[in-house]
């Protein structure tokens, strides 16, 4: 019920740009919807007589930016098939009255009225969700920047180009919030982006290197080393990086600025379907000790 009242409620209020899709944790796939579930949602006007379930997978977690359960069941689904997947998994009541319980019940198997309930508690915390769009989106928008100390005065000089040309920066220091050694500006770049709380990260270090190895080991991050403007528009056009990592002695500011440039204003040629995409999650997925 949750995707067909979304993607009403998004319809009603004109908000573009935003794709919804739902999975099960206990469905093999290809199942209508239940018949309480058709009849509920076509009192709020909509159609479930087309809908058909899908299992929950590595693959569809990885592709979402926002995560809505709603039952903690749901969340710890989810985390065990994606534990880097935990600051973007919510449960839906997080976002409704602070009076009301944070899970929501399923009602499969029990009445009509079971079933109304849950569509009216969806559409409530549905609603406090597209509230909270503005800040998401400006968030997503925003460019996380970290460094060592010996690429620092390249990383102000890319900040101040960057917020010179309109985009929002975050600057996320050298230490991070932990010891430079322990490469503390990887971590906070990385999660970010490997998290979907951000879309694009840039990392600048004295080769790059040893940053864009680390970076790779945090799963979700597609870091991608660059060190000049071809290769910076081959790693989005073909690999769809989100991480940029940049070398400060082996780039002057002036390429550098290029670099960065063009990594940005190039969009990805595919989709995640792409095999080459789906191959990189395979990977991850495999080796995260499962």
Wanted: proline content about 4%.
């Amino acid at each position: 019920m949750a995707e067909g009242l979304l993607k009403k409620l998004l319809k009603d209020k004109n908000i573009p740009g935003v794709e919804v899709r739902s999975a099960g944790t206990m469905t093999g796939g290809g199942s209508p919807a239940t018949e309480f579930s058709i009849l509920a949602c076509r009192e709020a006007g909509i159609d479930l007589s087309s809908h058909r379930s899908t299992p929950i997978s590595h693959r569809l977690i990885s592709w979402a930016d926002i995560i809505l359960c709603m039952e903690n069941y749901h969340v710890a689904t989810v985390l065990n098939l994606l534990p880097s997947g935990s600051a973007r998994t919510h449960l839906i009541g997080e976002f409704g009255l602070p009076e009301d319980s944070l899970e929501i019940p399923d009602p499969v198997g029990l009445s009509l009225a079971h079933y109304r309930h849950c569509r009216d508690r969806l559409c409530e915390c549905l609603e406090g969700l597209v509230t909270h769009f503005p800040e998401i989106r400006d968030r997503w928008d925003t460019l996380f920047i970290g460094s060592d100390e010996a690429g620092l005065n390249l990383k102000k000089a890319l900040i101040a180009h960057l917020r010179k040309c309109g985009r929002k920066v975050q600057d996320c220091g050298v230490a991070g919030s932990i010891t430079a050694e322990d490469y503390g500006p990887v971590m906070d770049v990385g999660r970010t982006v490997g998290g979907h709380l951000a879309q694009f990260g840039i990392l600048v270090g004295i080769t790059g290197i040893g940053m864009s190895i680390a970076a790779n080991k945090i799963p979700g991050v597609r870091a991608a080393l660059c060190a000049d403007v071809d290769n910076a528009i081959l790693s989005r056009q073909l690999h769809n990086a989100n991480l940029l990592c940049l070398g400060a002695r082996s780039l002057a500011e002036n390429e550098a600025i290029r670099v960065v440039d063009a990594w940005l204003s190039t969009g990805y040629e595919d989709s995640e379907d792409n095999p080459r995409v789906v191959l990189f999650q395979k990977l991850e997925y495999q080796f995260m000790g499962r």
